[in-house]
């Protein structure tokens, strides 16, 4: 048995780990958190010193037993968890539930996983450090204080299900705020002149008037104007400049670029980074700190001079501008400069390609620029034209990393012939086009995080958990807004003939943006309306600062709980006693035919259009919204016509054809068939013709392609991609195969590929007790019986497990559903209170 224990979070990381030490150390893994608080309960002592309840989940508890055995029989226990605030909590955590002595304990800490961080690392250990566990304390006590305490306010006051959360409330606050800027904007109408001109070498350069023209007759007179002009250049200017390489990533900028460059959503970016960092080939990915070490730009240093030359080389230390920088470690960099790129899967090689360009390029030298600016007269009017222009006169950093923009209107200087002053032009054409001004951008989750980062909201270690949360609720969405089509008037003058046309363009089209749904903005402004100190952009930022202070060890983390809880409780107690319920309701007029009111409001379901209410004799009329339709934009008109749905068609094999609107879209209906209808395509105007055309259709992708082992095989595309279905199991058809043209020996191979998964899936199967165990995904296990399923940790040995002690693990987690209680009629409930109280008399 090994005389040192080394605990760190991942199995991935134990591995790397392993390799740099000798016999004399175990490595292994808590597999992240082994204890937290609660889940069915608040887990806090608010009545006293808000002492947390922490308990080893039942995933845990199989770790935290082997744990103890291996530290048992150890001389020393390090205890090397990420050198972080969380991480110190795990190693907190470990020591507590290890039973761990001081004597025999040490906690290391490293923010790159190679053979001299570790060794350094081992010769510098220190112990736990208190100020940073309580500082996690705070945030996770905090959190669960907000969350525990809010989000059954919202189940009563607005709709079941629901959720709030100190930083993901905030984040959905501010995506509502830019929808509703969106929505209330109004487009103001300009035209911009651009032109043409040439040398009298042929030589051909854009320029432009830096001023729009207000109105439409203003630019047609200047366009006139134009007619017979001749242009010369009237003043040219020539000026030196440099770019400045950005500095090496932090976890947020790291999220920015590779949403930018490498189109990764923000929890695969941190996943990604994640395993690099685990596998030992870039330093630590949750970092505020744009600080390189010594080594580090001694090495960025020498591969410069050995890649690019000496000219290119140049040492550069960067002053972080983020207030109270969670534990100043170095920024996200390569581990060794020397490799170019690394063998990974293709995902994990661009990341890392995109995180050594821009460490090595932060040392390098400054790109030498020549900009010109010329400025173009007319002899027939007083405005000038201006063309600007940029040469590269040396690439330095350039010739390895330019950072990207989120600024979508950013325009890009070109290059310039050689010009001299007064000397003539010719004009090409010169147009006015009619330009609007445009509303706020939607946030893209790159932005949002750089906008929370601004506003101090949130540590490099929440953004991405934030934002999968927010759209996990359903609060927000990966919008795919198709934008609407808009006429504009352009202006053409050639050869001294001026001509005007019509054109369009498709405005408000955003993909992949961050909309918030219905529900997301009721829950938002009942928030708001509530408890607006909580969703205080300037509030949340403060609590950060908190943070940052009891990390420091210059603040007491329960006395910050304290000072918080006083006026939040009685505050959340008065709002869930006397707020009226909410849900988003707008009433849009009457209905003709009751006279009953026809309201639009968030449902079970979703949001709805309702006639009548709940409180009348007779039940309301409900029909659900379309999914691009608004609750806050929807008019009476489109309301009462969702109530013409379902609409019957007529009818087809002795079922009835229908078209009606669902959660996912408007879609046909015959029998228990449903097709959805195209894009775009009004469920309204939809006639029996044009339904068959879609049944058809239908009928035609579901009809059998093939016969194998006597069973039908079809074929479709699902969400997932293209798939074949065969004795009802779903069968995916990866990119190796035609979908289109697949052959029977392709579907046959298909399909004894799956057998053959399924078959090494299956690690027990009791057949006559209807019961079986398998594999699942990220090396857990299945029990499954009927339609019950259980779950089973990584550490769980399946293969050894007993039909006896399966049969427990299903009995233990099969809750025993209570029947459930009748409905009592109001005739009912009036006589059982009627015999009540004569009992009581």
């Given at each position: 048995?090994?005389?040192?224990?080394?605990?760190?979070?991942?199995?991935?990381?134990?591995?790397?780990?392993?390799?740099?030490?000798?016999?004399?150390?175990?490595?292994?893994?808590?597999f992240g958190h082994i204890a937290d608080l609660p889940t069915k309960e608040i887990g806090v002592d608010t009545e006293g010193d808000f002492t947390p309840k922490y308990i080893v989940s039942k995933d845990k508890k199989d770790v935290v037993k082997k744990l103890k055995s291996l530290a048992k029989s150890a001389e020393?226990?390090?205890l090397a968890s990420d050198e972080d605030r969380e991480g110190e909590a795990i190693a907190w955590h470990l020591a507590e539930e290890l039973k761990l002595e001081d004597d025999k304990t040490k906690r290391i800490v490293f923010h790159e996983i190679t053979k001299t961080a570790i060794l350094k690392a081992i010769d510098n250990p220190r112990s736990i450090d208190y100020n940073l566990v309580n500082a996690q304390q705070a945030r996770r006590v905090l959190d669960r204080l907000v969350g525990y305490e809010l989000s059954p306010v919202l189940w009563r006051k607005v709709k079941g299900g629901l959720s709030a959360g100190r930083v993901q409330s905030v984040a959905v606050r501010l995506i509502v705020e830019r929808e509703r800027e969106i929505q209330d904007f109004s487009a103001q109408a300009s035209y911009k002149i651009d032109a043409e001109f040439s040398t009298e070498d042929g030589k051909s350069f854009k320029a432009k008037i830096p001023k729009n023209f207000d109105t439409k007759e203003?630019?047609?007179k200047f366009l006139k104007e134009n007619i017979g002009a001749n242009f010369k250049v009237a003043d040219l200017t020539t000026k030196p400049a440099k770019k400045n390489p950005a500095p090496p990533f932090t976890t947020s900028t790291l999220q920015q670029e590779a949403a930018r460059k490498l189109y990764f959503s923000v929890s695969k970016t941190m996943t990604m980074a994640q395993r690099l960092y685990e596998a030992g080939h870039i330093t630590y990915m949750r970092t505020d700190s744009v600080n390189l070490s010594e080594d580090a730009r001694k090495g960025a240093k020498e591969e410069i001079l050995k890649a690019y030359g000496d000219k290119y080389a140049k040492a550069r230390q960067f002053k972080g501008k983020s207030k109270g920088a969670q534990e100043a470690h170095e920024a996200i960099r390569p581990t060794n400069f020397a490799k170019h790129s690394i063998s990974a899967d293709r995902d994990q090689q661009r990341l890392y390609e995109l995180i050594w360009k821009r460490a090595i390029a932060s040392q390098m030298s400054d790109a030498q620029l020549e900009r010109t600016n010329v400025k173009i007269e007319a002899d027939k009017h007083d405005n000038h034209f201006t063309a600007n222009g940029e040469v590269l006169k040396f690439d330095g950093f350039l010739k390895v990393y330019l950072?990207?923009?989120?600024?979508?209107?950013?325009?890009?200087?070109g290059m310039l012939p050689a010009l001299k002053v007064s000397q003539p032009l010719n004009n090409e054409y010169i147009t006015a086009t009619e330009r609007f001004t445009r509303p706020p951008y939607r946030y893209t989750e790159a932005s949002l995080v750089k906008k929370l980062e601004e506003l101090g909201i949130g540590r490099p270690s929440t953004y991405a958990p934030t934002i999968s949360t927010i759209q996990s609720r359903n609060y927000v969405e990966k919008g795919s807004v198709d934008g609407t089509e808009r006429e504009y008037v352009q202006f053409k003058l050639k050869n001294d003939s001026l001509k005007e046309k019509t054109l369009t363009e498709t405005v408000g089209s955003d993909k992949g943006k961050m909309v918030p749904t219905a529900t997301g903005m009721v829950v938002n402004d009942f928030l708001v309306n509530h408890f607006s100190n909580i969703l205080d952009y300037n509030f949340t930022a403060r609590v950060e600062e908190s943070f940052d202070n009891i990390a420091e060890g210059n603040k007491e983390w329960t006395a910050m709980m304290?000072?918080?809880?006083?006026?939040?409780?009685?505050?959340?107690?008065?709002?869930?006693?006397?707020?009226?319920?909410e849900v988003g309701e707008r009433i849009l007029g009457e209905d003709p035919e009751s006279g009953k009111p026809v309201s639009v409001r968030l449902g079970k379901f979703g949001p709805m259009v309702q006639i009548g209410s709940v409180e009348d004799d007779e039940k309301p009329k409900f029909a659900s919204l379309s999914p691009d339709q608004n609750m806050e934009t929807l008019t009476y008109e489109e309301a009462m016509d969702l109530f013409q749905l379902p609409k019957k068609l007529g009818e087809y094999k002795g079922e009835d054809v229908e078209?009606?609107?669902?959660?996912y879209g408007p879609y046909v209906r015959f029998g228990k068939t449903f097709v959805s209808l195209e894009k775009g395509e009004d469920p309204l105007n939809v006639e029996f013709d044009r339904a068959m055309e879609l049944i058809k259709e239908k009928e035609k992708a579901d009809a059998p392609i093939y016969e194998y082992k006597e069973m039908p095989v079809q074929k479709g595309v699902g969400r997932f991609g293209p798939y074949l279905k065969w004795n009802s199991m779903f069968i995916n058809v990866n990119k190796k195969y035609d979908f289109d043209n697949l052959s029977d020996n392709d579907i046959e191979e298909l399909i004894e590929d799956k057998l053959r998964k399924e078959r090494e899936k299956l690690i027990h199967h009791w057949e006559e007790e209807g019961i079986r165990v398998e594999k699942a995904r990220w090396g857990r296990f299945n029990v499954i019986k009927g339609k019950t399923k259980v779950e089973l940790p990584k550490t769980t040995k399946a293969e050894e497990l007993t039909l006896d002690e399966v049969k427990e693990i299903i009995e233990k987690n099969t809750k025993k559903k209570k029947p459930a209680a009748k409905k009592k009629t109001a005739a009912k409930k009036k006589t059982t209170t009627k015999k009540k109280t004569t009992k009581k008399k």
């Open positions: 048995m090994a005389k040192n224990l080394v605990i760190v979070e991942s199995p991935a990381k134990a591995k790397t780990i392993e390799k740099f030490l000798g016999s004399d150390y175990k490595v292994a893994s808590s020393m226990v390090w203003e630019a047609e950072e990207g923009s989120d600024d979508e209107d950013e325009e890009q200087n304290k000072e918080f809880y006083k006026d939040f409780h009685p505050h959340v107690q008065d709002v869930a006693k006397n707020a009226d319920r078209v009606n609107n669902g959660r």
